[in-house]
């Protein structure tokens, strides 16, 4: 089974501050993913990487960042945490390639407080 | 921007109790999946269709792809407590290497 882990399941810190999430998984997959959850809002697309060192911006990359420095690990870094980006956050990962179905496969989350 | 519109946003029904959830979008998707989510976890696949007018069936559950590949159905037979949780939908840009989800579908089964 595809195993998606994140550094952390609840996370708080102070408007401001530096916060890096990571996400490793344990397949070799090609892609990884990052998602916020909000309700009402549904799964929003942050950013996603196919492949080591690329990364493409999804739907809301502001205020945002990525690094995927090694295949199994993405990254996903808020250079300074605002109040707004209190959410879930979500990692996933799929094999990749352009024969696939796109299935993915997530961590547990990661609750993220900004006060 | 492809987008899919799932429906009902929410539903509330007694055990043993029959439902449907639809997913529906303007655009074509190479494939489409389900996932089941539960409160503080991340989504769980259930189910992957390809194929225009296919069905799966999973135990009580049934899924359906539309013949043009725009639109799916999860029907539930029989629903049980344990099948509660955020149903969500997604449509596969194989090409794009990225997938449009829907807003999901809150179930809650009474016992």
């Known amino acids: 089974d595809v195993k998606v882990t994140q550094s952390s399941r609840y996370l708080v810190k102070r408007t401001g501050e530096k916060v890096f999430l990571e996400c490793v998984q344990d397949?070799?997959?090609?892609?990884m993913f990052w998602y916020r959850q909000d309700p009402g809002l549904g799964l929003r697309l942050i950013y996603f990487?196919?492949?080591?060192?690329?990364?493409e911006k999804g739907d809301i990359p502001e205020g945002y960042s990525v690094s995927r420095e090694k295949k199994e690990r993405f990254s996903l870094i808020l250079e300074s945490a605002s109040t707004n980006q209190t959410s879930m956050y979500l990692c996933a990962s799929s094999l990749g390639g352009t024969s696939g179905t796109n299935e993915q496969f997530f961590g547990p989350g990661t609750r993220l407080t900004v006060l | 921007t492809q987008l899919l519109e799932q429906s009902p946003q929410f539903l509330s029904i007694q055990e043993g109790e029959n439902l449907t959830v639809y997913c529906n979008s303007s655009s074509v998707f190479s494939s489409l999946q389900w996932y089941r989510q539960e409160p503080g976890e991340g989504p769980v696949l259930l189910v992957t269709?390809?194929?225009?007018?296919e069905v799966k069936k999973l135990k009580r559950l049934t899924f359906q792809f539309g013949d043009a590949r725009k639109d799916s159905s999860l029907h539930i037979t029989a629903a049980q407590p344990g099948d509660t949780g955020l149903y969500l939908c997604a449509g596969a840009d194989t090409n794009a290497g990225k997938s449009t989800f829907g807003d999901g579908t809150t179930l809650t089964v009474k016992p």
């Open positions: 397949m070799d997959h090609e892609n």
């Open positions: 990487s196919y492949d080591v060192k690329m990364k």
């Open positions: 269709v390809v194929t225009g007018g």
